[in-house]
């Protein structure tokens, strides 16, 4: 792990496992208990974790930790949404009124595998929540996953997603002008090519978007830079 110190240059740490992520094998990980919320992602120190036993189980459970990652709740439950199950790699943005709204994975209902991204929120700190809006399209013969997000100065929600079909694959840039309930794909940045692998999209100092990605068929780290908020890149 890399961490920042005070003069702006960068310490190589060690970290250890804390007991509570052991996985799922170690029996005194293994309950999983009623939501009793705790999130709160506008505090610098709060973490959270999601976790799924199964692709095809209906439902998942997180962890929140108040200290960094040094100490960790026990498993809360997440509901199944409605969704067939549920897949890792989640993304959360803070809406205007500060309520989180996670973009989770959900899996394909025709092959139980990864299918599509869709939105929930929490009020409460993950207590109770609502399912919103599905993001982007079915891709039936493959997948849209990895969702990674940045919420605009106008309040709106970008997010891209890496998709994968037979032979190719590329990111493609949705828009949520009310807080995750609906969204607008707005069209593919670029190809990858048919081995992909993860991204990230982060707001830089200057105001403009940053996407990273890799293509593993040319083994290439790339970045594409937006100046007009994701409209051209």
Known sequence: AIAPTKRGSHLFLSLERPEALRGHKDPRAAEI??????????????????????????????????????????????????????????????????????????????????????????????????RLGLVGPDHADGFSIQPATVRLTTGDFVTATRWQRPGRGGIELHRSADQGVTWATQGNVCDTGARSTALDLTRVTDGRLVLVYAQRDQRKLCARISADDGHTW
């Not at 999601?50 to 997180?62: A, H, I, K, S, T």
């Not at 100490?71 to 790699?89: D, E, I, K, N, V």
């Not at 394909?108 to 207590?127: L, N, P, Q, W, Y």
């Open 33 to 130: 208990l009623p939501p009793t919320g705790g999130i709160d992602l506008r505090d610098p120190d709060c973490l959270v974790i999601c976790g799924y036993e199964d692709d095809d189980d209906g439902g998942g459970w997180f962890q929140v930790s108040r200290d960094r990652g040094r100490t960790w709740s026990a498993r809360q439950a997440l509901p199944g949404f409605g969704m067939p199950g549920l897949c890792g790699r989640t993304d959360y943005v803070i809406d205007r009124e500060g309520r989180a709204v996670f973009l989770f994975i959900a899996t394909s209902a025709h092959k139980m595998k990864e299918g599509r991204v869709f939105a929930a929120r929490t009020a409460d700190g993950g207590r109770t929540w609502e």
